[in-house]
């Protein structure tokens, strides 16, 4: 019996010992010999959340491809009692909630594999953890750390099945294994192809928008985002290159060198290499570090060698082999000692951070902003999410910076959305709102200019005086109600929100035209571009007034019934310019060749925000189908060389003789550059005018050839563009707009074909950087142009209108040119 009873103890001891595992033993194999697929992963937070009192786990919501998205919040059992407490105290420090504390607890949040394909972070987390919660209790006393384990499950999955199902065993280190090169997309990104550290700011995914709410609730002091490099460069972390955004604080800069000289310590007791300062920048704000840099915290992005070429193991170029057990060593290290040093600091963590929330510094108090309602409504959407307060103006003049002049100007504020920078979270207005981002070098990673007000198409005036916002919201929409025995109904075209009622109606079978000239109905006018929707073209649908109202009463879309088709000036219901709107069969390419950003960003657009069918191609497939399928071929960028050669292209152009549409993207527009019919010629301009008299040879020194070369560069700026309003192209727009160019591609004006859109001999530049020959090239070029051939078109729109999906004001070009541009085409059911 005795020997019975100290059997059970010692099974009860075994027990609870073996509670809590580590991820190697929960597994079943050692971390970084194997990759993890996310549901695992899951698993095992869910079994320390489960066997420690230290850790909770949730879910805070769903990717496009429904696997979860997780958080685990770690700190000492007190702190984990009193959480709530911790969190609000913290929010009260920044000002963000109401009442006074004066925490002294320092918050940390680790962010992984935000890239899928770097996929050894989400394999670190789970050492992590463990280690956080075994060998390191002590930092949990003063610290709460939250773990995102992985910030996009389906591009990790993606990465991670696709590298399970074609790797060799043993692995095979030699870079040209299938296993070293994924096919395209690769996992970096999220299911529509977006990357997810570009998307912080414009909250575009629903990862972004679901991982945001949960940011905002806790505004942590430390903030890193895990990430992957190339093989052959080993380790980068903290302080960051220039430039720096200029509302850095010196206090910011300078724990950023704390936690690098800890990180220090440990990589060179190790002797492992690592590079500090001179890549990854701290300027654009849409990052997973300089978002949180500019909610206060200390941002960082940290970079391992290995990514997508990187497998289990690699051959780098140096001879070395690259396996994933090191770099699950090194994110782990970094993680840990971000966490101490973030722990041996924490009084000074608190006290700063709420410095950081002081704005009274700052030159511009309120962006006054005017325009359509759409847009206003948009742009308020996004600051909702972003927890950024905002009012109306109550009427009176504002002076201040105009936007749209580039210089002091004045405009009338009745109804106008104020933010102003008197808020805790007046430094990211300041940096999403400015005019123009202050540059302290043009060698950055990525665009210098995203002014929010020209992103957004309003008419803004950045005043250094505060403007009162005590006016009241905008009227709510009222609902259209039944008229009996209209003629017709006309809507306005104007945003987005016209163009998702387009699509729905067009969906439901509902005839819809649009006019290429302004229209007056019993004195209302309506400028061109607004929908007419007949009962003459609709008079089979025996539902047509109820389809109609139910569908603008979803979109918000105000209608008027004209009680005649006889019009004011001369354009009736039946006028040859009142034309029928095609049900588009809409085609775009995707695959090799093709950027899986842009054709991400395209496929977002039509599925989530425009809601209208897309048919994707892909590429390989391009010379077998039938291609009388569709109307429109939809080109995102790419580099299209091979694709284009003279039996695919003289497929697509008799096609488009036909009338068939082709609307290429940004750089896809150069593959037809130069070639037969297409009136398309690269504009030489005045660029490097000063070559004509220099003397061959070129002595820039060897070390100051990169800083020479910025005179090329374009690195994201915005220009002036003139329109032609007249144009269906242009519908909805005035007769300018802001354009965000990504870099110095010129065209020349179309010869035979409409310069929509086009920059003429001064070239005005009003944010970002623009080296000054890449300025100059830009003289005399189209923007947006067509070109007919036969009855069909070729559409360039050269500036990519839909980047990232955030230059909310260019997506309308898109639209107008799938449905209005070269209408004569219609197919009757
Ligand atoms: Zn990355």
């Known amino acids: 019996m005795k020997r019975y009873i100290s059997f059970l103890f010692l099974l009860f001891t075994i027990t609870l010992t073996a509670q809590l595992q580590s991820p190697s ?10 990759f993890s697929r996310h549901a695992d992963v899951v698993r095992y937070f869910e079994h320390v959340a489960a066997n420690s009192d230290m850790v909770t786990y949730a879910s805070y919501g769903k990717t496009y491809e429904r696997r979860p998205l997780t958080y685990a919040i770690v700190s000492s059992p007190q702190n984990m009692a009193n959480l709530e407490n911790i969190r609000k105290d913290n929010l009260k420090n920044a000002g963000l909630e109401s009442g006074s504390a004066s925490p002294n607890i320092a918050i940390v949040w680790l962010s992984y594999n935000v890239h899928g394909n770097e996929a050894s972070s989400t394999e670190a987390s789970m050492n992590t953890i463990y280690k956080l919660i075994t060998e390191n209790k002590a930092w949990l006393q003063n610290t709460v750390v939250i773990i995102d384990p992985c910030i996009n499950p389906d591009g990790r999955d993606r990465y991670a099945n696709w590298y399970n199902s074609v790797k060799s065993t ?16 690769g996992g970096r990104a999220n299911h529509y192809l977006f990357d997810l550290n570009r998307d912080w700011a414009w909250l575009t995914q629903i990862e972004s928008q679901q991982r945001l709410k949960v940011y905002n609730q806790w505004m942590p002091h430390v903030h890193v985002d895990f990430h992957e490099q190339g093989i052959n460069s080993p380790y980068y972390f903290a302080p960051a290159a220039e430039p720096f955004h200029e509302i850095i604080s010196p206090w910011q800069r300078d724990f950023q060198t704390q936690i690098g000289k800890n990180h220090a310590k440990y990589f060179d007791k190790e002797g492992w290499l690592f590079f500090t300062r001179e890549s990854f920048d701290l300027l654009y704000p849409s990052y997973g570090d300089t978002y949180p840099t500019f909610m206060g915290s200390i941002g960082m992005t940290y970079e391992q060698a290995g990514h997508g070429a990187a497998g289990l193991g690699v051959n780098t170029d140096e001879g070395y082999e690259l396996t994933l057990v090191d770099r699950v060593a090194h994110h782990t290290t970094t993680g840990l000692s971000t966490i101490e040093i973030s722990s041996m600091n924490a009084a000074k963590l608190n006290t700063e951070f709420k410095k950081f929330f002081d704005n009274s510094s700052l030159k511009y108090k309120s962006y006054v902003l005017k325009g359509n309602a759409d847009k206003i409504n948009a742009l308020t959407k996004l600051l909702d999410q972003h927890e950024i307060k905002y009012g109306y103006a109550s009427g009176g003049k504002v002076s201040g910076f105009n936007f749209g002049a580039n210089k002091d100007g004045s405009m009338d504020s009745n109804g106008a959305l104020v933010v102003s920078t008197n808020q805790p ?38 005043s250094t005086t505060l403007v009162t916002a005590s ?166 960028e790419g580099w299209y060389q091979s694709l284009l050669n003279e039996t695919n292209l003289n497929k697509i152009k008799d096609w488009v003789r036909d009338g068939g549409k082709v609307i290429a993207m940004g750089r896809a527009v150069n593959s037809f550059e130069g070639k037969e019919g297409f009136d398309l010629k690269k504009n030489e301009g005045d660029k490097k005018e000063e070559d004509k008299d220099t003397v061959k040879g070129n002595l820039i020194p060897y070390d100051q050839r990169e800083r020479e070369s910025v005179k090329d560069f374009i690195t994201g700026s915005i220009y002036k563009v003139t329109l032609d309003p007249s144009h269906p192209m242009a519908f909805g727009y005035g007769d300018t707009y802001f354009s965000l160019k990504q870099g110095n591609n010129s065209f020349a004006f179309l010869e035979n074909g409409y310069n929509v859109g086009y920059i003429k001999d001064e070239p005005i530049s009003v944010s970002g950087f623009s080296g000054s020959d890449a300025k100059a090239g830009l003289k005399n070029s189209v923007v947006f142009g067509e070109a007919r051939i036969g009855r069909g078109s070729f559409i360039y729109l050269v500036d990519d209108v839909l980047f990232r999906s955030f230059w909310e004001n260019g997506k309308l070009f898109l639209v107008n040119s799938v449905f209005f541009v070269n209408n004569n085409k219609y197919i009757l059911d």
């Open 25 to 34: 033993e929960f597994l079943g194999y050692e971390i970084g010999t194997q």
């Open 170 to 185: 043993p692995y095979n280190a030699l870079q040209e294994a299938t296993e070293h090169n994924e096919p395209w997309p």
């Open 425 to 462: 979270k007046g430094k990211m207005v300041k940096v999403l709102f400015e005019p123009d981002a202050k540059l302290s070098d043009p060698l950055t990673y990525d665009i210098t200019a995203w002014s929010v007000p020209h992103a957004y198409g309003l008419e803004t005036v950045a």
């Open 471 to 636: 006016g009241s919201k905008p009227q709510a929409f009222a609902l259209n109600i039944m008229v009996a025995n209209s003629p017709g109904y006309i809507a306005k075209w104007n945003s987005l929100n016209d163009a998702g009622f387009l699509a729905e109606l067009l969906q439901n079978n509902i005839k819809v035209r649009f006019s290429e000239k302004d229209l007056s109905f019993s004195g209302t006018a309506y400028p061109k571009g607004s929908l007419v929707i007949t009962r003459s073209d609709n008079k089979n649908n025996a539902s047509f007034d109820e389809t109609v109202i139910k569908i603008a009463n979803a979109h918000q879309r105000k209608l008027f019934a004209s009680p005649t088709s006889f019009s004011d000036n001369g354009t009736d219901f039946g006028s040859g310019n009142i034309k029928l709107v095609n049900k588009q069969r809409v085609a775009i390419l995707k695959g090799d060749g093709v950027s899986s950003l842009s054709y991400g960003a395209i496929w977002h657009f039509f599925e989530q925000q425009l809601k209208y069918p897309l048919t994707s191609i892909d590429t390989d497939d391009f010379g077998y189908i039938n291609i009388r399928n569709f109307d429109v071929l939809i080109l995102p």
